[in-house]
């Protein structure tokens, strides 16, 4: 069974008292190092210090295809390394739309952060001009196969896919579990197609407006391993019960 992970992306938001307010405030049960926070990056050094003590792992919203050197602005996957972070988000649909992050450009991140020994949380999903003209499944696998190109895995734990469609980010309108899950099964079926018994493994979370009152809906469906959560993310008590659904 893949494991089901539930997952906070804080994108641009949280100062740093508002972070210790969150930390002091979580409650996490049954935790498997499955509960995980992407702050900001400058924040990084922050919640893992506070992240530690809770039992949560900290990682990136994006990384560096490249090793070092001189790319002004970029985050170096080996300093996330170096500091302790566990993973780093890559091509989440805001880095595609407002940074115009090519599948190809995403690919190489992917690669660079297995290669470091980051997990990459790769994100994909269609818009709602391209679910409305019924292409949903094929942009969807069209991205996935282009992000993961020439990229092999040893095991599931290297990889985490995040089903986010784009007109559910942020808008509050929440795709329905079958929505959901039927692209989910897509994904499986692409996913053991690439990777074989891996790929059976490989846990696909869902993003786009999680909240507590439907987490327990989506997660109820086979290939839904957990949540991409934004909102919902930012307070503790929010983030408690999602992470308490995580578990059930
Ligand atoms: P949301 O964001 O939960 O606020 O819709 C999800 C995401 O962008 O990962």
Redesign the pocket.
Same mark, same amino acid.
């Given at each position: 069974m893949p494991k089901n992970y539930m997952i906070g992306?804080w994108k641009m938001n949280q100062s740093l008292s508002d972070i210790e307010a969150f930390f002091s405030a979580l409650n996490l049960e049954n935790n498997q190092n499955n509960f995980w926070i992407s702050p900001q990056s400058i924040h990084i050094p922050k919640c893992l210090e506070l992240g530690v003590k809770a039992g949560v792992l900290i990682g990136a919203q994006n990384c560096s295809d490249q090793d070092q050197g001189a790319f002004t602005g970029e985050i170096s996957p080996e300093s996330l390394m170096e500091l302790g972070a566990h993973f780093t988000l890559i091509g989440?649909s805001e880095r595609r739309s407002h940074y115009k992050e090519t599948d190809a450009f995403i690919n190489k991140k992917v690669a660079k952060a297995i290669e470091k020994g980051l997990v990459p949380v790769l994100c994909i999903g269609e818009t709602l001009e391209q679910r409305e003209a019924g292409q949903t499944f094929d942009v969807v696998l069209t991205q996935i196969k282009a992000d993961l190109e020439g990229i092999s895995l040893n095991n599931e734990s290297e990889l985490i896919i995040a089903y986010?469609p784009v007109w +559910?980010?942020?808008t509050g309108k929440t795709a329905t579990p079958e929505q959901a899950a039927e692209v989910h099964d897509k994904i499986r079926a692409l996913l053991q197609e690439l990777y074989g018994d891996v790929g059976e493994e490989v846990s696909i979370l869902y993003?786009?407006?999680?909240k507590p009152d439907n987490v327990k809906d989506l997660l109820g469906q086979t290939n839904i391993n957990g949540g991409?959560?934004?909102? +919902?993310s930012l307070k503790a008590d929010s983030f408690n019960k999602l992470c308490a659904a995580c578990s059930l």
């Open positions: 992306n989440h986010e +559910a980010i942020g993003g786009g407006s999680v991409l959560v934004g909102g +919902a």
